[in-house]
């Protein structure tokens, strides 16, 4: 098991300057594809749990491939590395710790699903998030831009911009369960300390 997210001070210039604007494009089309599955299996998945109360484990497969995808790409879009993620998705468990608390698996399957949560509350909650995620993304944006330019100046990452970085990416990690429909469980408001594991098979 691997701690996530730890802070890599030194930079490659050419990195930044040429091969990551260039690999997150291809990501980002990869993202479009896995994304595209995952949100026909999404609005399955929300019919069946309306039926019947449960989730269907294949779909919700599917859907957390898509998912722990997306938490692969992120620290290498949002420039906390230059360790190139795969282009497809790699069999993975991952491991929140927060404060004060024993590692728990971010994504297990739930099979219970509450009608009430997916059909009313779910859609609104989510909107909050967005919300919040909205105003995390623009000062995350401002502090990769910032960090952008430190980089292409010293070779290096400055420690307090990418502790900003991580925070918006960890409360992404933290809401995408919830707004994936994988859990019922919904998540703070506000970015939770924690420290993020990879178990990769």
Known sequence: MEKYLQFEREADRLEVLIIRPIYSIVIA?????????????????????????????????????????????????SNLTDARPDLSHQNMKIFIEKLG??????????????????????????????????????????????????????????????????????YYFQTLPYTSNLTDVRPALSHQDMNVYLERF
Request: with cysteine.
């Open 29 to 77: 089309i990869v993202l479009a594809v896995y994304g595209f599955i995952a949100g026909i299996c999404q609005a399955i998945q929300w019919l069946i749990v309306i039926i019947t109360g449960e989730r269907n484990e294949g779909l919700n497969n599917s859907i957390k491939n898509f998912v722990e995808y997306y938490i692969q790409v992120l620290p290498y879009t």
């Open 101 to 170: 608390n024993n590692k728990e698996e971010l994504l297990p399957f739930e099979r219970e699903a509450d009608r009430l949560e997916v059909f009313i509350i779910r859609p609104i909650y989510t909107f909050i998030i967005g919300i919040v995620l909205a105003v995390y993304g623009i000062i995350a944006g401002i502090c990769i831009a910032i960090q952008w330019l430190i980089v292409l100046i010293t070779g290096e990452r400055n420690e307090g911009l990418n502790g900003s970085i991580k925070n918006y990416v960890e």
